[in-house]
């Protein structure tokens, strides 16, 4: 399963953004997805996580009420819309989906829960 990351550009603090992710090969509905980040010189880190009902979702602190994590799993694809972006906000962002899991209600901060990874998109927050 390869995972197909699109959506990232330059845009100024303020402005929105919305980051898609659409695996191909064959579907992820059984499984967990997530969104990491990457700021260059820095660790790789959780941004958000939405369980495989798409009922239960998680953030990071630093963007908790700016972005939303969804999923449509009749479109295969899971969404990451980012608001108010920060210059901090600049990262390489990449998706990831967990191995299936039988609860509904599952997610994961741990980069390490997640195996399948896509490619990233460059999100720059600069004025």
């Known amino acids: 399963v390869q995972l197909q990351a699109s959506g990232g550009g330059l845009v100024q603090p303020g402005d929105s953004l919305t980051l898609s992710c659409k695996p191909s090969?064959?579907?992820?509905?059984?499984?967990?997805m997530g969104w990491f980040r990457q700021a260059a010189g820095k660790e790789r880190e959780f941004v958000a996580a939405?369980?495989?009902?798409?009922?239960?979702?998680r953030y990071a602190d630093s963007v908790k009420g700016r972005f939303t994590i969804s999923r449509d799993n009749n479109k295969i694809t899971v969404t990451l819309q980012m608001n108010s972006l920060k210059s901090e906000d600049t990262a390489v962002y990449y998706c990831?989906?967990?191995?299936?899991?039988?609860?509904?209600?599952?997610?994961?901060?741990?980069?390490?829960?997640?195996?399948?990874w896509g490619q990233g998109t460059q999100v720059t927050v600069s004025s």
């Open positions: 990831a989906g967990s191995k299936p899991t039988v609860s509904t209600l599952w997610t994961s901060v741990d980069a390490d829960d997640y195996i399948y």
């Open positions: 939405v369980s495989r009902s798409g009922s239960r979702t």
């Open positions: 090969g064959r579907t992820l509905s059984g499984s967990a």
